[in-house]
């Protein structure tokens, strides 16, 4: 395109970003909670990677270099016969499906080792890291996407499930007057990504699906599905570094469908346990991944929110924090809280640091 570039950077602007390029003491990394990027030394950054996470070997296990052929060889020949399966086999794939598994096989050929990476949680006290699995690229990306594609067709039925910030400030909405004593709470997953067990997420998947079957599309590929996302989770192999590893615990976070068997794993439990335990008492719930919040009142029964937080925690690894009962909380992008006529009453929330990083109109971007 022989048009002249205008820049609405300065000279000096520009070369100090090229300085900064070219070093390598200090790198970029993206925070969490929209806090834009943060400079840190490269050193750091690496021991970080490795305190926080990389060597615990009970989530992750390293590679000797000379068993990585042997890894991908094996990957190679799972991954060939799941293809084969949807290709080939007995089920109702459509033809778009079966191209998309085609052209997967040709593009993605040999690519299965992903990228790992950091991202800051500087708000934090003390600032923590989040570990991240980049599968953009490789083979298991493209079963991840199909996978995913697959239980989109499921989500919806997880009561529980939180949309985003707009849905729970309209279904709050729609309660009306509480009864009188009725308290907010919280729940926060503890790393929920690496807390969940791939045997436990593999059979939990299967008994979701198999108790909604009958309210899926006819024909749906249960099987297939459980096969892709077992193939995902248990070769979740990556590199850090001239490092390789394979995660031995956990969903395969970074992955498509990771935010999906997350989502309906720990709605077994609440379709199953919590739910009919704990609805009378339980004026609302609901639930985005690894944040909740609810609406609870004791009724004649003051101990059965201890029973409650019991309960959450029993349930396979994963392990849940619940803030004590109060009447006003910040959750999502929205501070809630309870009015003196019961009713619930919102607004916007946003954390102190955040610094709005929105596009300028003057920004050298493509208009589009």
């Not at 790992?116 to 989040?130: E, G, I, N, P, Q």
């Not at 999906?260 to 609805?279: F, N, R, S």
């Not at 003196?340 to 493509?366: D, G, L």
Request: with cysteine; glycine share 4%; charged share 25%.
């Amino acid at each position: 395109m022989n048009q002249p570039k205008r820049y609405n950077l300065s000279k000096e602007v520009k070369k100090l970003l090229q300085e900064f390029k070219s070093q390598k003491e200090l790198m970029a990394a993206v925070t969490d909670k929209n806090l834009g990027i943060a400079l840190i030394s490269r050193s750091l950054y690496t021991q970080r990677a490795w305190t926080d996470h990389l060597r615990n070997r009970d989530t992750y296990q390293e590679i000797h270099p000379h068993s990585v052929c042997a890894e991908i060889t094996r990957m190679k020949y799972l991954v060939g016969g799941f293809i084969t399966k949807c290709l080939c086999g007995k089920y109702a794939l459509s033809e778009q499906e079966k191209t998309f598994f085609r052209r997967l096989a040709e593009n993605c050929r040999g690519k299965f080792i992903s990228k790992f990476y950091l991202t800051l949680k500087v708000h934090k006290f003390s600032w923590k890291t989040r570990p991240v699995v980049a599968t953009c690229g490789t083979i298991f990306a493209g079963i991840s996407k199909w996978a995913d594609f697959q239980l989109q067709k499921a989500i919806h039925l997880v009561p529980s499930r939180i949309h985003d910030c707009f849905h729970v400030k309209r279904q709050l909405e729609d309660l009306g007057e509480l009864l009188p004593g009725t308290h907010l709470f919280t729940m926060d997953a503890v790393a929920m990504y690496t807390n969940i067990d791939t045997d436990h997420l593999i059979d939990v998947l299967e008994k979701f699906l198999e108790l909604f079957k009958n309210e899926l599309p006819d024909e749906y590929p249960t099987k297939l599905v459980i096969e892709a996302v077992s193939l995902v989770m248990r070769n979740n192999i990556f590199e850090f570094g001239d490092c390789k590893f394979k995660q031995l615990i956990g969903s395969a976070m970074g992955t498509p469908v990771a935010v999906q068997t997350a989502t309906i794993y720990y709605a077994y439990h609440e379709i199953t346990v919590l739910i009919p335990k704990y609805g009378r008492h339980l004026q609302y719930y609901g639930r985005f991944i690894d944040d909740a919040t609810g609406a609870w009142n004791d009724l004649d029964d003051p101990e059965a929110f201890d029973r409650f937080c019991e309960d959450v925690n029993d349930f396979g690894i994963l392990r849940w924090e619940v803030e004590e009962r109060c009447n006003q909380i910040d959750f999502l992008d929205l501070t809630i809280w309870i009015n003196k006529e019961n009713r619930i009453m919102t607004k916007t929330f946003r954390k102190p640091q955040n610094i709005y990083q929105y596009i300028p109109k003057q920004s050298a971007h493509p208009p589009g």
